[in-house]
């Protein structure tokens, strides 16, 4: 099993980047997926959540209107979209995956999640 996110690096303020996260390993299309961060010296966090089929999505207050989450089954792959970058947005993003029999169901609870990626440091600065 391995989830491979990608896409970090330094970006402006204002700077848009995607973040891919490629699934390997399981039946992606039984799994609700989600993206959490961490930055330096803070605990891991919600920040973004879809359900199997990508038919529902929810965003931690932090990021709603900035970022989106979206997934394309056909490629096994789940995508965090980031506009309008802060600093405070600086750390390093995981992607995550959870198996459920429920089409709806997402979760923000990092318990909830049974595969984490190696995650990709993501750094806001001009």
């Known amino acids: 099993v391995q989830l491979q996110a990608s896409g970090g690096g330094l970006v402006k303020p204002g700077g848009s980047p995607r973040l891919p996260c490629e699934a390997s390993g399981f039946n992606f299309v039984d799994y609700a997926l989600g993206w959490f961060r961490q930055a330096p010296g803070k605990e891991r966090e919600f920040v973004a959540t879809?359900?199997?089929?990508?038919?529902?999505?929810y965003y931690a207050d932090s990021v709603k209107g900035r970022f989106t989450i979206s997934r394309d089954n056909a490629k096994n792959t789940v995508y965090l979209q980031m506009n309008s970058l802060k600093p405070e947005d600086t750390a390093v993003y995981y992607c995550?995956?959870?198996?459920?029999?429920?089409?709806?169901?997402?979760?923000?609870?990092?318990?909830?999640?049974?595969?984490w990626g190696q995650g990709t440091l993501v750094t806001v600065s001009s």
């Open positions: 995550a995956a959870f198996k459920t029999a429920y089409v709806r169901r997402w979760s923000i609870d990092l318990g909830s999640y049974e595969y």
């Open positions: 879809i359900t199997r089929g990508g038919g529902s999505t």
